[in-house]
């Protein structure tokens, strides 16, 4: 792991973590460009054409969802989520890295029981049939987002922290006193 400040560490550029974080920016930034194109179209349709486009706002109320689950998944991953370097910063790196531990299996338990939870709502709201008003979209499109992000977040923090036991198992070179 690198240190990019006291307390904070980011995951490795490579591997698994490092394939989600690069395809969920490459992911994000498709997903922002698009709302952009959209909201262009909306504007000019609206406003040069006296013209509404039906759906675009509820389009671009489910690419935000979007959004903020995929960035999950990269905040995670990136372990550039919130912290309280209050107290990481103040410790050495056993410590740092147990505190790591701990909060990740957290992550990991509370994402895992969330997204189950989010599965049954989405597999309810597949069973009725629901719709979006606009687009008449599956409902479970914009619900599965949340489902997804709380399941990857929980898989990405149950892959930190099996890194960070074997932080903690690795053993330390002792400097000797010459």
């Given at each position: 792991?690198?240190?990019?400040?006291p307390?904070?560490?980011?995951?490795?550029?490579?591997?698994?973590?490092?394939?989600?974080?690069?395809?969920?920016?490459?992911?994000?930034?498709?997903?922002?460009?698009?709302?952009?194109?959209?909201?262009?179209?909306?504007?000019?349709?609206?406003y040069?054409?006296?013209?509404?486009?039906?759906?675009?706002?509820?389009?671009?109320?489910?690419?935000?969802?979007w959004?903020?689950?995929?960035?999950?998944?990269?905040?995670?991953?990136?372990?550039?989520?919130?912290?309280?370097?209050?107290?990481t910063?103040?410790?050495?790196?056993?410590?740092?890295?147990?505190?790591?531990?701990?909060h990740?299996?957290?992550?990991?338990?509370?994402?895992?029981?969330?997204a189950?939870?989010?599965?049954?709502?989405?597999?309810?709201?597949?069973?009725?049939h629901?719709?979006?008003?606009?687009?008449?979209?599956?409902?479970?499109?914009p619900?599965?987002a949340?489902?997804?992000?709380?399941?990857?977040?929980?898989?990405?923090?149950?892959?930190?922290?099996?890194?960070?036991?074997?932080?903690?198992?690795?053993?330390?070179?002792v400097?000797?006193?010459?």
């Open positions: 792991m690198q240190d990019d400040a307390g904070r560490a980011t995951a490795p550029a490579g591997g698994a973590l490092g394939f989600v974080s690069r395809g969920a920016r490459l992911l994000l930034g498709l997903i922002l460009l698009t709302m952009v194109a959209l909201n262009v179209v909306n504007a000019v349709a609206r040069a054409l006296s013209y509404v486009v039906i759906g675009i706002d509820e389009l671009l109320v489910f690419a935000m969802i959004m903020v689950m995929v960035g999950m998944l990269l905040v995670t991953a990136e372990r550039s989520h919130i912290a309280l370097e209050i107290v910063g103040r410790v050495g790196p056993r410590a740092r890295a147990g505190l790591a531990l701990l990740h299996v957290i992550i990991a338990v509370a994402g895992a029981y969330a189950w939870q989010s599965f049954k709502f989405v597999s309810r709201v597949i069973a009725i629901q719709t979006s008003m606009a687009l008449e979209l599956p409902m479970a499109i619900h599965a949340i489902t997804v992000g709380l399941a990857g977040t929980a898989l990405i923090s149950a892959v930190l922290a099996w890194s960070d036991i074997r932080e903690l198992m690795r053993p330390r070179l400097e000797s006193a010459v």
